[in-house]
């Protein structure tokens, strides 16, 4: 067989080897118990200064 020729079989063997579910996949959920906090700190406009600062020391 040349190459890039098309084969039915392997073609038929790839397509039901991607059909196939892995059932042995852990598929456990995992529940959080607990409290999330975020800090979100500087203002907008103070964290763009600061981003703006940094640029111009960047580039001197």
Known sequence: MS???YDESEHERR??????VDADVDDDRVNYEGRVEFDSGDSTEALLDQFKQIKSDAGH
């Open 3 to 5: 190459m890039g020729a």
């Open 15 to 20: 397509e039901e080897k991607m059909s196939e």
